[in-house]
């Protein structure tokens, strides 16, 4: 047990906290401020932990078809409303790429508008790598994917696509990551 000392304040980020308030005990929710004189008896902490979580995605038009599950993994570190994601997309399984932009959600939704440039598409067969991000709008949790390429001395972002930036293939496969802020 400790009590916070005179002048101090604490943000938790745990998942619980189990205060003592007057011999009476009570539970206080993730963000919940602590100021002087609280007494704070146990944390459940979770804070900083990697999380996994399901990852959903498609594209724009028509759906990918896959053979089972689709093969996305995702995990996220939350430390109060900040978050760090990856996700990995293995297309081993898929049947039909679809058509249109992809796209994929992110663990919580977004406070604000992000574009994430920590990406990358693997090319098995040909042994080369292309540049993924993604963008979120706010209060949103989709993230729509992009490529890059160049016309002339331009470089620019253009929809991620089964056609784009190379056609797609089994034995290929992307990853990204990113860190934003969530309002929830």
Do not use: C
Request: hydrophobic share 35%.
């Amino acid at each position: 047990m400790s009590i916070i000392p005179d002048g101090q304040k604490i943000l938790t980020t745990a998942a619980e906290v189990n205060t003592t308030y007057g011999g009476s005990a009570s539970l206080k929710a993730l963000n919940t401020w602590y100021t002087m004189g609280d007494i704070v008896d146990s944390v459940s902490v979770n804070q900083g932990e990697e999380v996994v979580y399901t990852v959903s995605g498609g594209t724009s038009g028509t759906q990918p078809t896959f053979s089972g599950p689709p093969l996305f993994s995702g995990s996220y570190i939350r430390i109060g409303s900040l978050i760090h994601f990856q996700i990995q997309v293995d297309m081993d399984n898929i049947t039909n790429f679809g058509t249109g932009q992809y796209f994929l959600t992110l663990p919580f939704k977004s406070k604000h508008g992000y574009m994430f440039r920590d990406g990358g598409l693997h090319d098995i067969s040909t042994s080369r790598e292309y540049h993924v991000s993604g963008h979120v709008y706010a209060d949103s949790n989709i993230m729509q994917l992009f490529t890059s390429d160049t016309q002339g001395n331009t470089l620019y972002d253009f929809p991620f696509t089964s056609v784009e930036p190379i056609i797609l293939n089994v034995a290929d496969n992307f990853h990204i990551s990113g860190t934003y802020i969530t309002n929830e």
